[in-house]
């Protein structure tokens, strides 16, 4: 049985999305304060956390990037907020998805399901096609995939990384050099309409550099392709040995 933490001060809403997960067949523990949503999620190790953007004891961001340091569950972010300015700093933060209140909770659960499948299993077709392809990278490579633990070797350090960085970098790997349209790198990260956009994408490539490259402002392996998209090229070169 999967596990949902829900950190949200509003009693009533807590109570339905509780409600609602609990049906689906979701364990759900409720927090109505971020002090003890961080505690909550040490001890009860959720598989995915829904996250109020408005707490009584510490911003939602504040909380959003503090799980984020700890652990790579999957954050879905509720808030009154629809900005889109909202939606990128959230991103920032950390968060894997963004929904606006008021919302379906019919459209919520069936986002729970997606993230917690996403980042829990995939299609055993398409695990054997891109392990087979990581497999094949040599030593050298600056960039490696730690599986089980779902994590980035960078040039010998692991690296912890989102939910969605992950995934694109997996499919970065898997096929070097080619190069991918923003909208396929969204549908990389959601098997549905989602906030995610042209810019969200923009966002995690930026945080992808700031973690694999050696000079994020002149990136050497994750490449503009101006007008279209992005694509990965590893090069020895920048192998750095410590």
Known sequence: MYKVLVIEDDVMMSDMLSMYLTEEGYSVMQ????????????????????????????DGMEVCALLRKRSNVPIMILSMKSEVSERVQALK??????????FSMHEMTARVEALIRR???????SVQQIAAAVEGLEDSDPIQLDFERRLLLVRGVLVETTFSEY?????FLAYPGKVFSREELINTIRGFDSFV???????????????IEQNPKEPKLIRTVWGFGYKYTAEHSSVRHS
């Open 31 to 58: 927090a109505y304060r971020a002090d003890e949503g961080l505690r909550l999620a040490l001890e009860f190790a959720p598989n995915l956390v829904l996250l109020d953007l408005i707490l009584p004891d510490l």
């Open 93 to 102: 933060a950390g968060a894997d998805d963004y929904m606006c209140k008021p």
């Open 119 to 125: 980042s829990n299993t995939m299609q055993t077709d």
């Open 167 to 171: 995934e694109l970098m997996k499919l």
């Open 197 to 211: 956009t042209d810019r969200a994408i923009d966002v995690h490539i930026v945080n992808l550099r700031k973690k």
